[in-house]
C-alpha cells in the first residue's frame, strides 16, 4: 500500500513578483556553528576561531564566517523559494555589518522576477533579493539568488520514507 506524500514549498505558478517571504524562524549561530564551519571549509582566517586574535581587531571579536552566514541566510528561503527546485547562482552579495557568535539571524526575501524557462518547457526561473539580519533589526547579508522552479504538473515524485525498512541492530 503507497502513503501519499505531502510536498512543501512553492512551484514556479505560486511566484509573482513583490511576493514577500518572511521565514518563520530565527536562527542563532552559536561559536561551535562557526568554529565547526570554518575549519570544515578550509578557511585559516583567525578572526573566526581564535578569540585572542579577534580582540585584537577592530571588532574586538571573532566574526561569524561570512559564506556560513550566507548558507544560514539561504537556507532560511528553502522551503519558500527553492524546496522545488535548484539553484542558479547567487549575485551581488554585501555584507553591510558583521554577525557574531551568539547572534540571531533572520531573513526575508522578496521576488524580483519571474519568467518561463527558455531551455525547459517544465521549469521556470525566480529571483528573489533576500536580506538577513540579526535580532535588532540590523541587516548582516543581503543578495540576490536565482533558482530554476519546477511547474506544478511537471516536479519529479517525492518518494514516501521506506515504512518497512529493517531496522538495526
Known amino acids: 500500500m503507497s502513503e501519499a506524500v505531502v510536498r512543501t514549498g512553492r512551484f514556479f505558478e505560486d511566484f509573482a513578483v513583490g511576493d514577500v517571504y518572511r521565514c518563520r524562524y530565527g536562527r542563532t549561530v552559536t561559536e561551535s556553528d562557526n568554529i565547526a564551519f570554518t575549519l570544515l571549509t578550509n578557511n585559516t582566517n ?12 577592530p571588532f574586538g571579536r571573532c566574526l561569524v564566517n561570512s559564506t556560513l552566514t550566507l548558507a544560514v541566510a539561504t537556507g532560511m528561503g ?3 523559494i527553492s524546496e522545488n527546485g535548484f539553484a542558479l547562482g547567487w549575485d551581488e552579495v554585501r555584507m553591510p555589518n558583521p554577525l557574531f557568535p551568539g547572534d540571531t539571524l533572520y531573513s526575508e526575501s522578496e521576488v524580483l522576477d519571474v519568467r518561463e524557462s527558455r531551455s525547459n518547457p517544465t521549469q521556470g526561473i525566480v529571483t528573489v533579493s533576500t536580506r538577513g539580519y540579526k535580532q535588532d533589526g540590523t541587516v548582516v547579508i543581503r543578495f540576490k539568488r536565482t533558482v530554476m522552479v519546477w511547474k506544478r504538473d511537471h516536479a519529479p515524485a517525492y518518494l514516501p520514507a521506506p515504512v518497512d525498512a529493517p531496522r538495526g541492530q
Request: charged letters at 25%; a negative charge.
Open 46 to 57: 583567525q578572526i573566526h576561531f581564535n578569540n585572542d586574535y579577534g580582540a585584537r581587531t
Open 78 to 80: 528553502v522551503e519558500d
